[in-house]
């Protein structure tokens, strides 16, 4: 079921990569999203994804507030 609270990536350069992730027994990629630079994602998690991946520079806004991951150097 999906829950009540949303996820919301704000990409900060250009490719970052939104990867969702199965829930259940094995954990597999089953989504990629590429967000270029000022692109918006908002996400729930669902019964088919139980955990993320972000790749590249952006900002993961949340309910345990603000994180910024960073781009490979
Ligand atoms: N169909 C996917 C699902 O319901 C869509 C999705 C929800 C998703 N949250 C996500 C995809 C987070 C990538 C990242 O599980």
Redesign the pocket.
Same mark, same amino acid.
């Given at each position: 079921m +999906?829950q009540t609270e949303y @996820?919301i990536i704000r990409a900060q350069e250009d490719g970052v990569n939104? @990867?969702?992730? =199965?829930?259940g027994n094995d954990t597999k990629f089953?989504? =990629? /999203?590429k967000l270029d630079k000022g692109e918006v994602?908002i +996400?729930?998690?669902? /019964?088919? =994804?139980s955990a993320?991946k972000i790749r590249g520079k952006a900002e993961v806004h949340s309910a345990y507030g603000i994180i910024e991951s960073e781009s490979k150097k």
């Open positions: +999906a @996820i939104v @990867i969702g992730l =199965t829930r089953h989504h =990629t /999203e994602m +996400a729930q998690f669902t /019964e088919h =994804t993320m």
